[in-house]
């Protein structure tokens, strides 16, 4: 009884923490539709960056990548599942459709040398870093 009063005296002095709350409820659902799929995992390595990515299902020819400075997108679709006229769904959790995912990489890529392969549902992008952004060394001339 003494915590279901404490908790109403509380909600009368911040009568917005359920709006909070379901704001809070409503933007992590809307967010995972668009950041989930596809999954990706990115490292740096020397003067490249290494960008892998799960994309089972999705036919190699259906992914599109593009590289802008130092922002990279992802871009495919993964075909549903052609059922025969006598078959129907008892559970379905596998997504399909299109996906878009960009990410940004901390430096420009030299966009020529972009080298992408796919296999067994797994894509690699390797991202070379631009000429331009490559530390140079100066030397100091002493007079």
Aim: charged residues 30%.
């Amino acid at each position: 009884m003494l915590w279901s009063d404490l908790e109403r005296f509380g909600r009368l002095l911040d009568p917005f923490q359920d709006f909070e709350r379901m704001n809070r409820a409503l933007s992590s659902r809307l967010s995972q539709a668009s950041v989930d799929f596809p999954a990706v995992n990115v490292w740096l390595s020397g003067d490249s960056a290494v960008l892998t990515s799960e994309l089972p299902g999705v036919d190699p020819k259906a992914i599109d990548i593009s590289v802008v400075g130092k922002t990279i997108t992802i871009r495919g679709s993964r075909e549903p599942e052609v059922l025969r006229q006598d078959e129907s769904y008892h559970r379905r959790e596998r997504w399909q459709g299109q996906f878009t995912k960009t990410i940004e990489i901390p430096f420009n890529v030299d966009a020529g040398k972009v080298d992408a392969g796919f296999s067994k549902g797994i894509l690699q992008i390797t991202l070379p870093r631009a000429e331009a952004d490559k530390p140079r060394k100066i030397s100091v001339k002493s007079s």
